[in-house]
T-cell receptor
Framework: AQSVTQPDIHITVSEGASLELRCNYS??????LFWYVQSPGQGLQLLLKYFSGDTLVQGIKGFEAEFKRSQSSFNLRKPSVHWSDAAEYFCAVDTGGFKTIFGAGTRLFVKA | DVKVTQSSRYLVKRTGEKVFLECVQDMDHENMFWYRQDPGLGLRLIYF???????EKGDIPEGYSVSREKKERFSLILESASTNQTSMYLCASSPSGKGIHTGELFFGEGSRLTVL
């Protein structure tokens, strides 16, 4: 069955430090891949997406993600974290048929 | 700006009550979705609709029903609320055409339901 794993329930990073959030998926072919962010009390907002082509994709707010087919991974990165990046981040996979599968989320804490 | 509006941000209901959660989008999207969000479980799809009056079950449809009488409006109904339906409910829409969905979702701010 298709699944999405975000191994880290929460991560704490110092402001200005780099960030990497991990995501692994299980699916036979290459799915559509997404990262969403949810600020407290808000809905989810799309950060970036990968459909095909260049495996390094750029998103909003300075985020990027790299698709690695051999590792079935789609990790999210940011070179320098800002306090406003504190939120919950969800990796998601769409395998077609309207059913997007979400990971359990990684909550990011940013310390001054 | 793209907008998905959920009518109630917070609701408190009693066991056995009928609950309506309303969602409206102003983007002329064909597809609309209801998700349930619980800590540690991510988002789980309850129902979706790819056209007016069309609906399909998601992964956890038990205890829920939906209605889509107009393109812009998608309602989630709990016929008889139970305590295990206490959760955050998120409505979403997507811009793809009929029968096509590329997964990019636009979300409302959520409705937090507490069932006592």
């Amino acid at each position: 069955a298709q699944s999405v794993t975000q191994p880290d329930i929460h991560i704490t990073v110092s402001e200005g430090a780099s960030l990497e959030l991990r995501c692994n998926y299980s699916y036979g072919a290459t799915p559509y891949l997404f990262w969403y962010v949810q600020s407290p009390g808000q809905g989810l907002q799309l950060l970036l997406k990968y459909f095909s082509g260049d495996t390094l994709v750029q998103g909003i707010k300075g985020f990027e993600a790299e698709f690695k087919r051999s590792q079935s991974s789609f990790n999210l990165r940011k070179p320098s974290v800002h306090w406003s990046d504190a939120a919950e981040y969800f990796c998601a996979v769409d395998t077609g048929g309207f059913k997007t599968i979400f990971g359990a989320g990684t909550r990011l804490f940013v310390k001054a | 700006d793209v907008k998905v509006t959920q009518s109630s941000r917070y609701l408190v209901k009693r066991t056995g009550e009928k609950v309506f959660l309303e969602c409206v989008q102003d983007m002329d999207h064909e597809n609309m979705f209801w998700y349930r969000q619980d800590p540690g479980l991510g988002l789980r799809l309850i129902y979706f609709s790819y056209d007016v009056k069309m609906k399909e079950k998601g992964d956890i449809p038990e205890g829920y029903s939906v209605s889509r009488e107009k393109k812009e409006r998608f309602s989630l109904i709990l016929e008889s609320a139970s305590t295990n339906q206490t959760s955050m409910y998120l409505c979403a829409s997507s811009p793809s055409g009929k029968g096509i969905h590329t997964g990019e979702l636009f979300f409302g701010e959520g409705s937090r339901l507490t069932v006592l």
